[in-house]
């Protein structure tokens, strides 16, 4: 069945693009469009554009299947980016025997038909809801098959493993140059190693989605709103000298390199404030809490006490009052003296240069790395006690079919759908 649908988001603009993908695609475009010689694939054509009810002048190419988006025939109308001008001739193209396209149905179809894997589709989706250069990197790694080859890579290895120990239990007196029981032991332990690599980068991975978070504390006056504003270059957060003015928690967006981190600017840490201000606080100890990096401002002897497993950068602020030396850097919000040192420590220790490449962002495919780990630590626990082969067996294969869930292998119908449907029409 053919399918079309605008490719081009909704609203006006220099051009939009209606897309055709099925065996029907040639022929509608043969019937719409001016162009009365043989059209070749991937050759963009001008001509005129028949929207059934008036006509366009814009461009048309052809992709011959399989070497095409979604591996069938595809036609594409680029027409003038007006809302009427690209639906009338979406129309048409219904007239002449196409559908309305699905969510996602063309990367679906493209799946289907092995033109890329489930990881690279989502990598794909990731790179067109980023909200920061380096959450495109990373889905531009999934859409590069980067994730699809680690999982093939140890689904192979397992393989192997899977090979040699049917081999053992079903010859087991005969030496058939297959592995020894402690090779299989060994690759089976690589391979555990190989997933407990990528899991790690998964704290990476949450942060590109979701944004660093990154809290300001410290005590009342100590500076904090003014850093909140210097650092995002705009007014905010209110800044006053009344002690406790800042009382609930602010965001400002901050991007560091590419990466993109959350900056919550909080009240400051006190005891013995009113009502108001009490709630500002408890908002705060919330706030630094689920703090990925913390920017304490601090003074001396402030007693400020901070959660002891999140790292911190101290901060002196107000640099330009008088220098102190206590601190891993110094700022002053009214001179900008000492920001750019504190931006690069603050992508250095809420980030870090180490995670860059990284393209585990995705909790789906954690949660199926996290299984095939499972799966594969029983399968190693069951070697090393000396178990017989029937016993870890089945593990192996588990694991082998949880890593086929990344590349879509073994994805159930309902996981597959469930992805395509959070992409927007003519995608
Ligand atoms: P917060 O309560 O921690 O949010 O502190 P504020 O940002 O509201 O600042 C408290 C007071 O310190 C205000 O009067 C600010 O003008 C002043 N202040 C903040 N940063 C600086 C700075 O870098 N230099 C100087 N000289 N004054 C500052």
Redesign the pocket.
């Known amino acids: 069945m053919t399918i079309a649908a605008i490719a081009t988001a909704e609203g006006t603009g220099g051009v939009a693009v209606v897309r055709l993908s099925g065996p029907g695609s040639l022929g509608i475009a043969r019937a719409m469009f001016s162009r009365k010689g043989d059209m070749q694939p991937n050759v963009m054509y001008p001509g005129e554009i028949d929207g059934g009810t008036f006509r366009d002048f814009g461009l048309c190419v052809f992709f011959r299947a399989p070497k095409s988006f979604t591996g069938e025939d595809v036609v594409e109308f680029h027409c003038h980016g007006g809302r009427e001008i690209a639906r009338g001739i979406l129309k048409h193209t219904f007239e002449l025997g196409a559908r309305p396209a699905e969510r996602g149905e063309f990367t679906k179809r493209a799946f289907l038909n092995g033109k890329l894997s489930l990881s690279a589709a989502e990598g794909m989706a990731d790179m067109i809801h980023a909200r920061s250069e380096a959450e495109i990197r990373a889905g531009y790694l999934l859409l590069h098959e980067v994730l699809t080859e680690e999982g093939r890579r140890m689904q192979e290895q397992l393989t192997d493993c899977l090979a040699a120990a049917e081999a053992d239990i079903d010859f087991p007196e005969e030496d058939l140059g297959t592995w020894s029981r402690t090779e299989i032991g060994q690759t089976v332990r690589a391979v555990e190693a190989s997933l407990s690599e990528l899991l790690s980068r998964y704290t990476a991975g949450r942060k590109l989605k979701e944004g660093v978070r990154v809290v300001l504390a410290?005590r009342?006056?100590?500076?904090?709103?003014?850093l909140f504003n210097a650092l995002l270059g705009y007014d905010r957060a209110i800044?006053?000298?009344t002690?406790g003015?800042?009382r609930d928690t602010l965001e400002g967006e901050l991007t560091v390199h590419g990466v993109r981190f959350l900056l919550i600017d909080t009240a400051?840490l006190c005891t013995g404030a009113d009502l108001i201000e009490a709630e500002g606080v408890r908002r705060a100890e919330g706030a630094i809490r689920a703090a990925d990096l913390i920017l304490y401002?601090r003074e001396k002897d402030d007693g400020v006490e901070l959660p002891a497993d999140t790292p911190v950068i101290t901060v002196a602020?107000?640099c330009?009052?008088g220098r102190r030396a206590d601190c891993d850097v110094a700022v002053?919000?009214?001179t900008g003296e000492g920001l750019d040192t504190l931006r690069e420590l603050i992508y250095e220790r809420g980030y870090g240069r180490e995670n860059d490449g990284v393209f585990l962002l995705e909790a789906r495919h954690y949660e199926a790395l996290k299984r095939a780990r499972e799966e594969v630590r029983s399968a190693r626990t069951a070697i090393e006690d000396g178990l017989a082969a029937e016993l870890y067996l089945e593990d192996l294969r588990a694991a082998r079919r949880t890593l086929g869930e990344i590349t879509g292998d073994t994805a159930s119908e309902s996981v597959i759908n469930a992805i395509f449907e959070k992409f927007c029409v003519g995608k």
Do not use: E, F, H, M
């Not at 009342?220 to 003014?226: C, E, I, L, Q």
């Open positions: 410290g009342p006056n100590a500076g904090k709103s003014s800044v006053s000298d002690a003015t800042t400051g401002l602020a107000k330009d009052l002053s919000s009214r």
